[in-house]
Nanobody, 114 residues
Framework: QVQFVESGGGLVQPGGSLRLSCAAS????????MAWYRQAPGKQRELVAQ???????HYWNSVEGRFTISRDNAANTLYLQMNDLKPEDTAVYFC????????WGQGTHVTVSS
């Protein structure tokens, strides 16, 4: 059974940084295109970043230049480095396959506020 466990969220001031982690089990994430998603209060879940099997990356929703997605194959873990955080980045962050999402994990809460 595939499972994703996200961690690393928290409360941070505008301009601050956080590093999110997504530990995967039941699958090998380097075999797939993986992605980070987020869901802000009262809004639909949206795509934030993806990383391909060849480690090409792509970003959506105004995070390019501020967020960096990466992967540790040995640890089977996906990361999202978030810099220069803005209040509009406040959301619950999830990881999943880019295509054919499986059951979502609990996510990790990120709150950007002064």
């Amino acid at each position: 059974q595939v499972q994703f466990v996200e961690s690393g969220g928290g409360l941070v001031q505008p301009g601050g940084s956080l590093r999110l982690s997504c530990a995967a089990s039941g699958t090998i994430i380097s075999d797939y295109v993986m992605a980070w998603y987020r869901q802000a209060p009262g809004k639909q879940r949206e795509l934030v970043a993806q990383i391909t099997r060849s480690s090409e990356t792509h970003y959506w929703n105004s995070v390019e230049g501020r967020f960096t997605i990466s992967r540790d194959n040995a640890a089977n873990t996906l990361y999202l480095q978030m810099n220069d955080l803005k209040p509009e980045d406040t959301a619950v962050y999830f990881c999943n396959f880019r295509w054919a999402n499986v059951e979502w994990g609990q996510g990790t809460h990120v709150t950007v506020s002064s």
